[in-house]
C-alpha cells in the first residue's frame, strides 16, 4: 500500500514495546512467566532448558525462529482463556517494573497512540490499553484450533513485514508523526528516534497522562524469570519443599514459648516494633488487634509475637491451611449483623486478630477498611504488618490457595516486620460517641498506612476480584475432588 509522502497524521505516534517501551528487548522472561502461570513447574523448566538454544538463534540472526520456538513452547495446547488470565492478572506488573519513563512521557504527549510489538498480542494488549492507554496494538496472532486450543504457531511468516504492513493499513492516508523504536517498524512515520530517547526530545514533550500503578496482580513468581533467576528458583525448589513441612511443623507443633527461637533457626526472621499489650484480666473483654492483610500468616504471626493464642477472624480459609493452623479461627459470613454477634462473643472470651481490608494486597497500597470492627470494642490496638519474600508470593486469586502457607514457608528467608501502635484513645473510638464507624475505619486506615509508607486507597475485594477474575470474589464451595484435579493441573506441562 503507498502513503502519501507528504502527509502526516498530527498527534500520532507508533512505539515498540520490546525495548523502547519496555527498557528490556528480551521477551524471553515474559514466556517465562506465561509459561509457570498458565501450566507449571513442567512447561517452565523445559523452556529454560532451551534458552541456549534460543540465544544461539538470536546470536546468527534467526531472531524470527527464536522468537517461533519460545511462543511454542510456552502457549501450545493453551486455552485462549489461560493466556488472557496470564496476560491479565500476572504479566502487568512486570511489564509496569520496566517500563521506560522517558518513553513513556513522550508516547503520553501524543493523542492517538500505537502499540507495536513481536510478541503475541494477546499477552500485550490489555496492559498497553489499560495502563498505556494505547488505541491499538499490533502484535503476533496466534493459531486456534476448532477445539479453542493453540497450536503453538503463529500466523506471521515474516514479523517485521506483516507489523510494518499492518502499520500501513491503519494509517492509509496519513503518516504517523513519530516512530519509536527499530527502523524496520517505524520506517513508515515522519520522524523516527530510536531507543533511549534523547533527554532534549524527553524535555520537549509534556507529559499528559499519569501512568497508573498496577495495584492488583497475581502469579506465585516474586522476580521476573530471568535466565538466571529461573536457574536459581528451580535449583532451589527441592530445598524449599523440604523446608516448607519443617517449618510448618516447627510452627503447629512447638510450644509458643520456644517456637519463634526454633523459626529463627530455620531462616524465618519476625522484626517487631512498638510495644505489645498485656493480656487482659479475668472477666474483662478481650483486645481487638485490627491488622493490614498481607498473606493468611498475619495473625499467625502476631500471635507468636504475642506469645499467646489469639484468635483469628477469617472469611475465606482453605481446609488444608485450617488443619495445620496453629491458633484457635473463627468464620464469619459476610452477613453484618450475624457477624457481629460471633466477633463480640469471641471478644467476651478473649484477644482477636483482624483484618478489615478483607483480602490481601501485594503492593504498597491499602484497601478500604470495613467499618464493622469499630463498632464492637473500645479496646482496638493498630497493628501494621508488612512481610518479605524471595522468590514466591504467599498469596494467589488463581491458584490453588491451600498452597499458600507452603509457598511462603517455601521462600529461603521469608520474613515479617510487626509494628504494634498505640491503642486508640477512648475518643477516637465509637463508644465516645463521637466519631462514625466510618470516621474510625478511615482513621485506623490511615495511621497504618503512615507507620507503613502505604498509600490508602477507597478499593475493596470486590474490586480485586473483578480486576483479577472477573467476578465479586464470593466464596463457593470447592470439592475434595476438584481440588484435586487443581494440584494435578500444577505439575501438568502443556495443561490439557
Request: one cysteine or more; a positive charge.
Amino acid at each position: 500500500m503507498v502513503m502519501n509522502r507528504s502527509s502526516t497524521t498530527p498527534y500520532s505516534v507508533v512505539s515498540e514495546f520490546e525495548g523502547t517501551l519496555l527498557k528490556n528487548k528480551d521477551s524471553f522472561s515474559y514466556f517465562m512467566l506465561l509459561a509457570f502461570d498458565s501450566s507449571g513447574l513442567i512447561r517452565f523448566t523445559f523452556l529454560l532448558f532451551l534458552w541456549p538454544v534460543i540465544k544461539l538463534l538470536d546470536v546468527f540472526g534467526y531472531n524470527d525462529v527464536a522468537l517461533k520456538l519460545m511462543i511454542f513452547i510456552a502457549t501450545v495446547g493453551l486455552s485462549e482463556g489461560e493466556i488472557e488470565a496470564v496476560a491479565r492478572t500476572v504479566l502487568p506488573k512486570f511489564y509496569m517494573d520496566d517500563v521506560s519513563m522517558d518513553t513513556w512521557t513522550v508516547l503520553s504527549s501524543f493523542e492517538k497512540r500505537v502499540v507495536v510489538t513481536r510478541m503475541p498480542r494477546v499477552m500485550v494488549e490489555r496492559f498497553a490499553k489499560e495502563y498505556l492507554k494505547a488505541d491499538k496494538v499490533i502484535g503476533t496472532e496466534l493459531n486456534v484450533n476448532t477445539f479453542g486450543y493453540h497450536t503453538g504457531f503463529i500466523r506471521e511468516t515474516d514479523i517485521d513485514q506483516s507489523t510494518l504492513k499492518r502499520v500501513a493499513d491503519l494509517f492509509v492516508d496519513r503518516r504517523p508523526h513519530l516512530g519509536l523504536g527499530r527502523a524496520s517498524v517505524t520506517s513508515l512515520c515522519e520522524e523516527q528516534i530510536r531507543a533511549p530517547v534523547p533527554e532534549k526530545i524527553v524535555n520537549y514533550h509534556n507529559q499528559q497522562l499519569e501512568l497508573q500503578p498496577v495495584i492488583f496482580h497475581d502469579g506465585r513468581l516474586v522476580k521476573r524469570p530471568t535466565p538466571a533467576t529461573a536457574l536459581l528458583i528451580l535449583l532451589w525448589i527441592p530445598f524449599g519443599i523440604v523446608l516448607a513441612p519443617i517449618r510448618i511443623l516447627a510452627g503447629s507443633v512447638l510450644p509458643l514459648w520456644i517456637r519463634s527461637y526454633a523459626l529463627r533457626i530455620l531462616g524465618c526472621q519476625v522484626i517487631v516494633k512498638g510495644k505489645p499489650p498485656q493480656p487482659q484480666g479475668p472477666g474483662d473483654s478481650g483486645v481487638l488487634f485490627v491488622c493490614n492483610h498481607r498473606t493468611l500468616m498475619d495473625p499467625v504471626v502476631i500471635s507468636t509475637v504475642l506469645g499467646r493464642n489469639v484468635m483469628a477472624v477469617v472469611y475465606s480459609l482453605s481446609r488444608f491451611c485450617n488443619l495445620f493452623s496453629p491458633i484457635p479461627i473463627v468464620r464469619i459470613q459476610r452477613i453484618r449483623d450475624v457477624d457481629a454477634k460471633t466477633i463480640k462473643l469471641e471478644l467476651s472470651k478473649g484477644d482477636l486478630v483482624i483484618c478489615p481490608e478483607g483480602t490481601t494486597c501485594r503492593q504498597p497500597f491499602l484497601l478500604r477498611f470495613s467499618a464493622l470492627f469499630s463498632e464492637l470494642t473500645d479496646m482496638i490496638v493498630p497493628v501494621a504488618v508488612n512481610c518479605k519474600v524471595g522468590f514466591f508470593h504467599a498469596n494467589t486469586v488463581r491458584g490453588w490457595r491451600c498452597m499458600d502457607m507452603i509457598f511462603f514457608l517455601m521462600n529461603p528467608r521469608p520474613g515479617y516486620e510487626v509494628t504494634f501502635l498505640d491503642k486508640l484513645p477512648m475518643e477516637d473510638t465509637c463508644l465516645s460517641g463521637k466519631r462514625s464507624p466510618y470516621d474510625v475505619a478511615n482513621h485506623v486506615q490511615k495511621i497504618l498506612a503512615d507507620t507503613l509508607g502505604f498509600e490508602c486507597t477507597n478499593l475493596t475485594r470486590k474490586d480485586k476480584y473483578k480486576v483479577l477474575t472477573g467476578k465479586d470474589g464470593t466464596v463457593s464451595y470447592v470439592s475434595f475432588q476438584d481440588q484435586a484435579k487443581m494440584i494435578i493441573k500444577t505439575f501438568n506441562p502443556f495443561s490439557h
